[in-house]
């Protein structure tokens, strides 16, 4: 086993290592599958409002369609296999969809 994969309801988390009687396994959580937004960016969306009630009164749909992902690959020189996190976003309008970095603030 080279690498573990698990999603977490709250956050996702880049690689990290454990370290095993074999060898390390990287581990990494690719975090729920759901629109997501951090703290700051929730907090210049709702201005000046109660968090709690805007969390209540926006929809889902107000919210970045971002869904964080991990990519597992062989690198084509080497052989060697590597996991990354990735963010998959897509246009409100449907279009331009493409994995992006997870940090990207689109």
Sequence with gaps: MRFFVYGHTHAFETEWSVRTS???VGVLNDGAFQRVIDDESFRAMVGDKNVGKAL???PLS???ACYTSVRIFEEPESGLRRAELRAWHLK????GGGFIDVCDVR
């Design 62 to 64: 107000d919210l970045p």
């Design 56 to 58: 209540r009164d926006r």
């Design 92 to 95: 409100e309008d449907g279009s």
């Design 22 to 24: 074999q060898r390390p």
